[in-house]
């Protein structure tokens, strides 16, 4: 394995090579603005159990804070429950029980307002954005695929004033002026920036997608979506376990399921027919973990040829490692000998 790059050569080799980038973002760029909001760990500690103690002797006992690896265990007990007879344990409803106060704690969590962030820090974070936008202007192409729920990136495109480069697939409502509806299948070929698992904004209202902007109401967003979770009516979120659960939920959302593919048809297009370079790929703050093997899977079945790996803190670490073994694996599973190349995230310098 050649030696970790900072970002900056990152973005020189992109820029030498004149192609898009089309970039994923992970949890972990959320959690470099917000570490004590955004981490597995602190969610774990701020979430409210009454009632379902049980639920937090299983995070005790599979020794984790990680709820979609509790949510996948739960599962899998559920599918087996038959064997062993019956059980006063509804699994089911167990499960539900953890996807929804996952939602509710990350919302509890979120910070009120987007004043909440120093203006230096979107600065910072504006700029590593607008490098993505810069390859779209320049070379026609590059996308901003998100796996996170919060409101960070929202914030980021409005605050930093590259709105007017970003499109979300969203329009105004013939019908009210309170939020703005997803412009349906059609948005898929102007839209760049994909909530890939759903947000806290964004809300199956039956007949469409809506989403909440507070400059429609003159309330937060974040406000908005806690108002919403006291009446029950909760936002689009794929919080299920496994990677095949996340998949069968984002099949049945017309939202989640054009993102979805979307950023597969970009994977595929990332070489012509004559596997010419169109277009790289740059995954940042994302630990490749299987329960996204729905996302890593549009990476090795499609022709991108190079794609940019993350890793945080000590090369060595076993996450690090993980990382390093993921990317063998993709690689081996592909058709197109992806070129991985990893760069150390702190160089970033997202939020400094």
Not at 124 to 131: D, H, I, R, S
Not at 140 to 160: A, E, M, R
Not at 218 to 240: C, H, K, M, S, W
């Amino acid at each position: 394995m050649d030696s970790v790059k900072s970002f900056e050569d990152i973005k020189k080799i992109i820029t030498r090579r004149s192609i898009p980038a089309n970039l994923l973002l992970g949890n972990g760029f959320s959690i470099g603005a917000f570490p004590e909001k955004f981490s597995y760990q602190n969610i774990f500690r701020n979430a409210d159990f009454s009632g379902h103690e049980l639920i937090r002797k299983v995070f005790e006992r599979l020794d984790t804070h990680d709820f979609e690896k509790v949510i996948s265990y739960l599962s899998d007990m559920q599918k087996t429950q038959d064997i062993f007879g019956n059980s006063s344990t509804d699994f089911g409803k167990e499960i539900e029980f953890l996807k929804e106060i996952l939602i509710k704690t990350i919302s509890a969590s979120h910070p009120d307002r987007p004043d909440a962030i120093d203006i230096d820090k979107y600065k910072k974070a504006g700029e590593f954005l607008q490098f993505f936008r810069k390859t779209k202007k320049e070379w026609t192409g590059g996308k901003i695929f998100t796996l996170n729920y919060d409101l960070l990136l929202y914030w980021i495109i409005n605050k930093v004033g590259i709105t007017k480069e970003c499109n979300d697939g969203f329009t105004s409502s013939p019908d009210t002026d309170e939020y703005l509806i997803w412009s349906g299948e059609y948005s898929a070929h102007f839209a760049d920036i994909w909530f890939l698992h759903g947000a806290l904004h964004i809300f199956d209202a039956d007949t469409s997608i809506k989403k909440n902007a507070w400059n429609r109401t003159d309330v937060g967003l974040i406000d908005q979506t806690r108002t919403a979770l006291d009446n029950d009516y909760f936002p689009i979120f794929v919080t299920e376990g496994t990677s095949a659960e996340k998949k069968e939920k984002i099949l049945h959302n017309p939202y989640l399921y054009t993102g979805f593919r979307q950023f597969s048809t970009e994977m595929s297009q990332s070489s012509d027919k004559n596997n010419k370079e169109k277009a790289c790929l740059v995954i940042y703050g994302h630990s490749l973990d299987d329960s996204d093997n729905h996302i890593l899977e549009a990476i090795h079945k499609g022709k991108v040829k190079s794609v940019y790996v993350s890793i945080y803190g000590e090369e060595k670490s076993t996450k690090n490692q993980d990382i390093f073994d993921k990317c063998k694996y993709i690689r081996s599973k592909s058709k197109n000998d992806i070129d991985f190349t990893f760069f150390q995230a702190e160089t970033a310098s997202l939020w400094d």
